[in-house]
């Protein structure tokens, strides 16, 4: 599997029209959305890749958290929600499936952004580079923030 | 002995020790006693020359040489022991449920089976309600008095505090006959994940846990072997997961 530095960017994220503007490194590619998905190029396998998806509802706090959960438990294979935080007012949940037929650990940032929605970030990674990529992807969906 | 349950259609074997120890041995072309290989067949597990086709990948990874795990979870009163072996694409998991009986056998993918031993540990209980207001650390003198604490229905020892308690003890052995290391303590305290190490003067310390972490862990022994798992907590003396099927 192909081996790719760490997370060296800031995302300038929502821009005044609403659309998801996403800066990354040169040598990524972003697929066309929605949801935005971006991987670094040429990479081989389904992950790690970051996911960039606006939601339409206002949810926040405990109830965010509590839908949150039950979106992943109800939308993914196999689902273990190893974690859940709420830094700030973001909620971050960790995850366990199986995508594709591949295990991955996904982890998500969820940031209401009032009238305008939900901004969500995910990155996943497989289970067999777990060990390299689980602090990566939090660092990864951490440091993606709203600009506008 | 137990008559075996096999329906693969719904993914049940259920069967004894000694019909799977034979179902091994046929699969591997050795001699099984005609008694227990009628039974076998009776159940659709035989096929000729060898296993009902389902039951290969099982049956595969059970004799094989692959790295072992053994789960041993620890409710009051109550005793569950998992046994894994992992084969070439997944791996066989024997389940002896408390009160001994039927072995339950299922094989699973290797991340499959990582999400089932992390969820029996107590990772994703957070799910279900648990994890907030982690219990304080707690310090108890020997492993034993760290088990004493289940041997009865009753709340007792280092854990009487809780209303619903449970331990987990992880082993691991990269391969069948080698030597048994424990790589992972956990203990479920009215839903919060908690972790066992070792402390001063052969002491356990019972500590709030990284969930993320002892995910991590668990899917490293899982699919990693040994010296991936990094940092284990002293194995309690004379016990190992043991090279059997289950």
């Known amino acids: 599997m192909n081996a790719i530095a760490g997370p060296a960017w800031a995302a300038r994220a929502v821009d005044a ?3 998801v503007v996403v800066d990354l490194p040169g040598d990524w590619v972003v697929e066309v959305g929605p949801p ?25 706090g405990d109830d965010l958290a509590a839908a949150v959960v039950g979106a992943a438990l109800a939308r993914l294979g ?42 969500i970030v995910s990155c996943s990674v497989p289970d067999t580079d777990l060990a390299g990529w689980a602090g990566a992807a939090q660092r990864i969906v951490a440091s993606l923030v709203v600009v506008s | 002995m137990t008559r075996p349950a096999y329906a693969p259609g719904d993914g049940v074997l ?22 227990v290989a ?20 099982i049956v595969a990874a059970l004799g094989g040489a692959g790295r072992r795990l053994r789960l041993t979870s620890r409710r009051r009163g109550a005793l569950t022991v998992a046994t894994a072996a992992v084969g070439r694409s997944g791996a066989a998991l024997v389940v002896l449920a408390p009160g001994g009986g039927a072995l339950h056998v299922r094989y699973l993918s290797l991340g499959g089976l990582a999400r089932h031993l992390a969820r029996r540990v107590g990772v994703g209980r957070l799910a279900e309600g648990g994890g907030a207001g982690p219990p304080a650390t707690a310090e108890v003198a020997a492993w034993g008095d760290l088990v004493r604490a289940f041997g009865t229905r009753s709340p007792s020892g280092w854990a009487a505090a809780w209303r ?24 479920v305290l009215d839903g919060h994940l908690v972790e066992v190490g070792p402390g001063d003067g052969g002491r356990y310390v019972v500590a709030p846990a990284d969930p993320v972490g002892v995910w991590a862990r668990v899917r490293r022994c899982v699919s990693g072997g040994p010296g991936l798992c990094g940092g284990p907590p002293p194995p309690p003396p004379g016990r190992g997961a043991g090279p059997g099927t289950g």
Request: net charge negative; charged share 25%.
């Open chain 2, 38 to 57: 009628r039974a076998l067949d009776d159940a659709g597990l035989l096929a000729e020359g060898g296993v009902d086709p389902p039951v290969g990948p």
């Open chain 1, 36 to 60: 935005t998905v971006a991987r670094p190029a040429g990479w081989s396998g389904v992950a790690p890749a970051v996911v960039v998806a606006v939601e339409p509802d206002v949810v926040r």
């Open chain 1, 17 to 19: 029209a609403g659309d």
């Open chain 2, 164 to 187: 619903e308690a449970e331990l987990h003890e992880l082993r691991w052995v990269a391969e069948p006959g080698a030597p048994a290391r424990t790589a992972l303590v956990t203990a």
């Open chain 1, 78 to 119: 196999d689902p273990v929600v190893v974690d859940v935080r709420c830094p700030g007012d973001d909620v971050e949940i960790v995850v366990a499936h199986r995508h594709w037929g591949v295990d991955v650990t996904t982890v998500e940032r969820h940031r209401c952004l009032g009238p305008r929605g939900r901004w």
């Open chain 2, 14 to 35: 259920a069967l004894d020790q000694p019909h799977l120890r034979a179902l091994v041995d046929r699969a591997a072309g050795r001699p099984v006693d005609p008694g």
